[in-house]
């Protein structure tokens, strides 16, 4: 691109940047669940509100019916926000997953 005339922050905005997204949504895809896992354990640990609080108020009055409602909901949120973390990938680096694509149909 140098050749062509390119300076330095195009060259960042045309090639760099797309360049390094696939791998930033791979990282914020893995961050985002271990983020959520560390926020159910604080709460299972030290909060006085939330889903890792409930669990562990109910598991000790012996509410595994509560217990396991609350771990469905824990699941489901979790598999929702890596959906639209994997979403927002695709959405933002289409041109990445072109062969993916034309494989599905």
Do not use: C, H
Request: hydrophobic content about 55%.
């Amino acid at each position: 691109m140098r050749a062509l005339g390119a300076g330095k922050l195009d060259i960042m905005l045309k090639v760099g940047i797309p360049r390094a997204l696939p791998y930033l949504f791979g990282s914020l895809k893995v961050a985002i669940t271990l983020a959520f896992v560390g926020t159910i354990v604080s709460e299972t640990v030290g909060a006085n509100a939330g889903l890792g609080y409930l669990i562990s108020l109910e598991g000790a009055s012996f509410r595994m019916a509560n217990v396991y409602a609350a771990l469905l909901l824990l699941a489901f949120e979790g598999v929702l926000m890596y959906a639209l973390f994997a979403w927002i990938e695709q959405y933002f680096t289409r041109w990445a997953f072109r062969s993916q694509m034309s494989a599905a149909g």
